[in-house]
């Protein structure tokens, strides 16, 4: 109800402020005997970590994870997982300047307006340190759906107005490989690098880039969302939405298909030799009347440009007096390619929920 | 968990298919003493109801509603209030060709698989029929919400290519009246024109186009929203995701928003001579750290071309076999006219539900 | 959230007041598939229904219901099965007495303190008669609970003091003829005349008396039950303490279990030649740590005397001033014979949202 | 869904084995605004801690706590309220004897069959160590219940056959005092002291036995409560059953108001002369319909013996072949003494969860 939670038969919820003693995440619902690879959970924590290339924060933070509970001798008991990140590089004083003054397009006004009170060090819980308890979560999440052969891949598909070309891959493998390559984790190798000196040249400048991700799901069985409220694209589009800087969803032809007519639009039923339903085109993105189709379902995530920037702004503070801020602390000129992992971790997280929840009705 | 409600506070269920008995909608959590306008909510059915130009689907239901509980007097009493519709014009026969035949773009094989039965006439439940519930639903949110001040307003901003300019308008009751002074519900009148003829002449190919609207929250508070997952612009977006053919949705500066820079993007605080704050610019759409600053909040919903079209279409039947279908029935050619009222509607129950969840946690 | 809503999976919502237009229930995240025997839901509702006998209330009511989706060719589709029940034999004037002044131990007084606002004809919403929903949905669940061979059974234990002893049978179907052989519903034929003859004597005093039902749930496979706070005897205690009128549960060994050490309380296992494991006692009443362990499940429920008796009261009224009260219009001297039926749909529903659960985190 | 959540609004998850890292809770939904007492909550969990006095188990636990998140400045912000519980007494080699063997009326069996896999020391999730993240939790609600003036006490009313009388008392100060008087919590002095003796004695024997607890709510406002299914009792009796040992639950009247007439249980209203409504007798137990009326709420929770004794009992293994098996480890002869924080605990979290409910619909 206080908006913490996630999912609702593989259920999490996050907890844990920026400059806390630690973020954490419970997973409650996850089936037993599930093989828990805790190199593999670390891994994904280190795509999102600050700190990892010249285009994020210098922040530093290890993030390094410990379970608390769910696990037996290296497997899920079907019990609660308890996961916690403790808190390291809290350098709260950095933030001493938004304890009485409102940042522009951060949530410090609406915290203080909603709750009457908020920690305000590194934005406290609007931070997007939470984004790791769902990422050591979604890890969680993919080692279920690896065991089901689903796979999820999400790379950055666009900074500012550089467009990546559609990528041509054949395994989830390829993929990653092409987007590990580059530190802004662009699959097309010639766009990453227009990408990272668009990137590095607006960090020098004090300034930041939005940006776009787009995330495939690979290999879904047919029947996964429920009718009406709860289809399968509109949960992921709350899920991505959920995601810090987040304005936008879309799936399928999207915004694009709006401009379509529906004989263009319209996906032809065909059948192999093998009697595989599938269709020809796919403007549907894998999804139809909210249920998976077994074709690939492809979403788009754009990101706002990161709100904090080294440079002066008009501002006011708590007794509506007017105040002039400016960007402290080390920060990111671009969100997307640490947030290449939140995406996954969320569209795992859906998946997963809707995998279960598949299994109930028939 | 099957998909069928929706909200967590103001809290609505709906039931029924396309050509079963009645469609209808239990609404659980709506709080007592408000007065219920009768009037009114036929309005706002009427307002999505089949048949009510050339340019919608010439199928007719007069979608008279009764209510059957939680009114007394006039007003709620705190207790359920269930609302039935009866379904009238049920050709059933005109869907015998769908029985065992999938149609393309539709939800007939992803039901089948799921559910291993499906209520084939008219799509049954997967029919946007079901949205009629949504509208009776919604229009008692919109009232709760008149009773606060607070305005919701769609129209229609865009047909194919063709979009309208910004609207300028200073009351609800202008927009109102100008959406409404013509068929196709957009708030500009030249723009209207245009797409009532790209329409009609799509209607005559047989053929059927996407388009966009747009949504307007207007004097909404300061503070509703949850943290994290359940973000205001979130459950907005689920909301309007779960309506048919809608593809995808963005809010503030939306997928636009991700090629801008930071000093561009950043709304600046200011404070009135009252006290009152405001930001500069509304990059942010209203919402910030998922929770409403104040300002309008607007958002733009594209919708698919509908999929039902009146020529011969490659697809499949249950067997997995090659089959030919052709749209019969009687069906829209653009959905968006008629959408704008459940927009509206699934907009004001977002809003009552974390009004009501707004006053909890202080 | 308003408290109208029963189940995780299978969940039900209940609607409709005592004197309004219909009451009725949506049942949401049925499985698909199941064989839906129209009378047998009428069977179980004429169970429950007034005026079955002279030891019950004479309001006659024929509880006729109309399914309104959720149905196809006698099968559920997995979407939601609407149910109403027309009230029928409104006699809304017998309540002019309680309209402004509050019937002592009925809920008048803290439904209007907590709504502002009541319908008072017939007690409204807090009526017994939303029950009748409940057995129309736990008809359903019974349906499916057959498929699995799992019976749930319940008697008239207890009126006043007069205890039934334990029944001995060795199916369903011999016990339910046993208690359907006489109008008070307990299984043991001298103990059920001793009744029968009890409540007569205190009707014609224009009195009410309270009583207990036992309920067994046999071939209740093992599993059934969250650990923690959904323990399987957490939500059938829930379930039955929800029922009007009902002052207490107990499971197992029960409240006489307090009283018990352990070395005569525990249950030593043991497995038969097939390898099937069982206890030698059932002290534990078919569930440990919250789990059902393949045992039968008992329990018993207390209900308090019905409130509405044919005797002067005292009372407050609105005001707060003093006033009387005289019961008027058609009750019940003692509710059990009735509740069997209610106490069994409640008992099914848990059941049945437990079984589905079972399915999902192994 | 998977159990292990309690409570809509103020909502709190646990987590943690017996034997693992930690055990804890998650508190999401607490108003911001609240001030925490560290000392207050450390106290709560020494009520409930093992080895406080001679007729407890002798394991030594600390159960020192620390909060992760959601405090700021001493006072809560309206974010998640992380708190664990390190594990530090773990000698997990005292439960190889039940690897592979199943314990009699212990959970080793039912969880087992329902995961496939469990953490069998100490009885891992079973273990009513879980309880003292429900004591943790519950502390906080108490500190929000203080606030509001409303007290939440119980004490140890019955230990096998010797029942104590009914307390008078007129402060929750002088009834916390007289109970906390002796070891095994009685507020009646010279009933404690037999209880102390016969507890003793069991304890000598290698046996156990159970008991029963009373807890009352005093100066609870009207209102709280929800019709039909989330009834305060029903809640409240939900709550309890959910506690380890627990096997019945009754309220006001309870079992014995089976057995009387409506004209003796009947609570008739009065008004004193400032205008506050009351009732003359509360057989009602401080509810009506589900919803608090303003008297005490009272109700009796009845506990079944400790199931680990130290002589041999029969059992099986996980093989199905017949066993022997012989407690070990330290344990209690008697749960009542350190129960009642745990009844304390769960009875403020539901009052909490309703005060904050009964926010909403008016």
Redesign the interface.
């Known amino acids: ?6 999912g ?2 593989f ?1 999490i ?5 920026s400059h ?5 995440v ?1 997973i ?6 599930i093989e828990i690879d805790l190199d593999f959970i670390q891994n994904e924590l280190d795509k999102r970590k600050p700190g990892q290339s010249k285009i994020t924060t210098q922040r530093k933070e290890s993030d390094t994870f ?5 696990i ?1 001798e290296g ?1 899920t ?6 996961i ?1 990140i403790p808190n390291e590089d809290q350098k709260s004083k950095d933030y001493d300047h938004n304890k009485d003054t ?1 940042r ?4 410090d ?3 203080q ?7 305000h060090r590194g934005g ?3 931070s997007a340190r ?1 984004t790791a308890a769902r990422v050591a979560a979604g890890a969680i999440a993919k080692l279920f759906l690896k065991q089901k052969g689903i796979d999820v891949l999400a790379h950055v598909s ?1 900074v ?2 550089l467009d990546s070309p559609e990528i041509d891959f054949t395994s989830a493998e390829e993929f990653v490989t092409l987007r590990e390559n580059n530190i802004v984790r662009c699959a097309d190798a010639k766009t990453a690098e227009q990408m990272i000196e668009l990137i590095d040249g ?1 960090r020098k400048e004090g ?6 991700i787009t995330c495939y799901i690979k290999n879904c069985p ?2 996964l ?7 399968l ?3 992921l ?2 899920a991505m ?2 995601i810090n800087a987040v ?9 694009d ?15 192999s030799e093998s ?1 595989k ?1 599938s ?2 085109t796919n ?3 894998g999804v ?6 077994g074709m690939d379902i492809n979403m788009r995530i ?8 080294m ?1 002066n ?4 503070n708590k007794s ?3 105040a002039e801020i400016k960007g402290k602390g080390r920060h990111d000129p671009c969100v997307v390619p640490r947030a290449v992992a939140i995406v996954e971790a969320m569209a795992a997280l859906v998946i997963v929920d809707h995998y ?7």
């Open positions: 109800m206080a908006g913490n939670s996630f609702q038969i259920k919820t996050t907890f844990g402020e806390g003693e630690a973020i954490g419970i409650d619902g996850c089936p037993s005997n410990q379970i608390l509970s769910g037996f497997k008991t079907g019990t609660p997982i308890a916690i409102f522009p397009s951060h949530a006004y609406t915290y307006v909603k709750y009457g009170i908020r920690d406290g819980r609007s939470e666009s500012g107005n607006i300034d930041t880039i939005g940006g776009k047919v029947g969302g429920e009718p009406v409220f709860d289809k694209h509109a949960d589009g709350k939405l959920s304005h936008g969803f879309d799936y399928g032809s999207g915004f298909g709006s401009t379509m007519r529906g004989s263009q639009h319209n996906d032809a039923f065909q059948s009697g339903i269709t020809k403007f549907s993105g139809q009347g909210g249920i998976s189709n754009a990101f706002k440009p990161v709100a904090t920037i440079s702004q008009n501002t006011v509506g007096e007017a279960l929840r598949n299994q109930l009705y028939k």
